[in-house]
């Protein structure tokens, strides 16, 4: 019901944007978050849009490169990445969560119902 894409491999500073593509659901009515896995690390929380488009960042080292957006007739949700540093290197995934409050996204995984499969992103020179 959620399928992550955009994904792929390139060289530090250049920009990447990150689609979710949700099916089956309203989108309007959850919040949507991306997280990383990056190779033996935990799944992290990047970043998270609110129903009213709120945003909320969960990884202080994406603050002022990675944007979140959504809209809500395409049902989808975009994660912009600039600036883009070996360390943005991970598996990305987008979640979803219902809630009914407008201003409301959270970061921690164990919160979201629905989950996409993933997208790659390499960063190398």
């Known amino acids: 019901q959620l399928q992550a894409s955009g994904g792929g491999s390139v060289q530090p500073g250049r920009s990447l944007r990150l689609s979710c593509e949700v099916s089956?659901?309203?989108?309007?009515?959850?919040?949507i978050a991306w997280f990383r896995q990056a190779p033996g690390q935990e799944r992290e929380g990047v970043i998270c849009?609110?129903?009213?488009?709120?945003?909320?960042y969960y990884s202080d080292s994406v603050k002022g490169r990675f944007t979140i957006s959504r809209d809500n007739t395409k049902n989808t949700v975009y994660l912009q990445m600039s600036g883009l540093k070996p360390e943005d290197t991970a598996v990305y995934y987008c979640a979803a969560e219902k809630t009914r409050f407008d201003y409301y996204c959270s970061g921690v995984d164990t919160n979201y119902d629905y989950w996409g499969r993933g997208t790659e992103v390499t960063v190398s020179s």
């Open positions: 849009i609110s129903r009213n488009s709120g945003t909320s």
């Open positions: 089956g659901l309203s989108l309007r009515y959850y919040a």
